[in-house]
């Protein structure tokens, strides 16, 4: 038995999207309220139908006690998060799903929600971060191992990955350009995007370099903002406002030595310059009874844009180390590409919510509301990620297998 | 404005550093004070381990042998870093942080600045030797330059 077709997304909703620190004064407690709703509203359902909460690294800005509580909700039938963090995103409705599949619950909410007012995930791993702050990391006995060397940010680190890469495959700057100026052109077609300026490949090559090889817009935005979306079962789908998008499957975890990843550094040398997506990827696989020639538009964590190329390699669409010619050969652009990526504007473009904006677009995908619509669009790839474990995917559908 | 390939690598600054040993990876850095590497090496199987930890992750034994190593090893990747992340590094900038595979070892790798480089000339690859850096009293951590040199 797995979970496949057991379940679908029926809403999606979110708050505005905020550059950092602009969201205050409302809290992060608040905007996940607010997206809750907007997501209830959009399935034609209501709070008194919600029964469990399915997420990923701390998305409520509160715990579910407090939030159960202050929305009304009547019944808790289960509460569930994805240890790890980003990575979790996509993920987060597998557990929503699993949650429904095994009769637990039969109404679950995934959410996120994100305020970098008081502090930055671009400095996680710096080592003083501000008293309170939400997600610097404390000194560790592991990270004694990293920071010394002083990688304090995560686009730092996975500079490094990035740099093995272009080592082993020859991988180039303008591969990065491509993802990063293609996810803009798809940014710039919606109201809801941060970043609708053209972005060109010399203004990208203009702009001052972070962490080589990472320049500014190899880097995803600082934001603010909240994202929901509403799982039930797949019988109860087919009543609601919306055409469901069904989840044919979903995957989470890794490599136990992929591990922490990006955090120690260590991991086998098969596995150094990908995304940890590979064990994910042939499991979703599996689940879906597909393969990637099914998939019509993925939507690809983008935290740093050489990370949307190794996933490309890691689920299948390319061999792995062609990523950068696949994308150099204009497929991954929309309309005109065999697989359009990110068609949201992504985090790069649109807005950094850790991942849930991808799961809003794949859902909007399959049921034919996009703003850059795939034309037919029936399956659509999610995933959270690259990060620690667990990394994670969901396959949605317009139709049950 | 980013630096050129002739610039000098810099270090993070000391102050940043903060050391924080538990019972596993005390010996490692006591070792390093006296500017010694020294990597556990599992004493059931004989598979090294970096950082330190409490089990071995291929046999799953907890007892290790500290074996000394030169530092000697090769970049197996790395980054430059241009853009100071905390106001704190604004001086600091360019470093370049990297990661050395040292040899007979099953692959370990140790993390730590390259120095005494221009950027230019830092390549994946590149032979480097380690080059204790004492931040403070009691604390000293590892970096690189390229051997030779």
Redesign the interface.
Known sequence: MTLRDKAAIVGVGSTPYYKRGRSLPQTPFEMAGKAMLAALDDAGLAVGDVDGLALYSFGLGGDTSLFAQVMGIPEVRFTAMLTGGGGGAAGSVGLGAAAIASGMATCVVSLMSLQQAASRF??SY???GKPGAQYSAP???????????????PG?MF???A??HM?LYGTKREHFAEVAISTRENARRRQTSIMRDELTLDGYFDA???????CLFDFCLECDGAVAVVTTTAERAKDLRHPPAFVRASANGGN??WGQAIT???M??EE?ASSGHRPVAKRLWDMAGTGPGDVDVALLYDHFSPMVILQLEDYGFCGIGEGGEFVADGNIRWPSGSLPVNTHGGNLSEAYIIGMTHVKEGVEQVRGTAVNQVEGAKVALVTGGPASIPVSSLLLSSEPA | MTASGDTLAKLPPAELINLTPDVFTKPFWDAAVEHRLVIPRCTSCGTFRLPPCAFCWSCQAQDVEWIEHDGSGAVYSFTVIHHPLLPELADSVPYVPAVVELPDTNGCRLVGAVTEVKLGDVRVGMDVDLVWRDVREGETVPTFRPSGT
């Open positions: 671009g400095a710096a080592p003083k000194p560790s006995p592991e990270g004694n191992f990293i920071q010394p060397a002083g990688l304090m940010g730092q500079a490094v990955l740099q093995r080592h001052r370099m972070v962490a080589e090889p990472l136990g030595r120690w550094m260590g086998p040398d150094f």
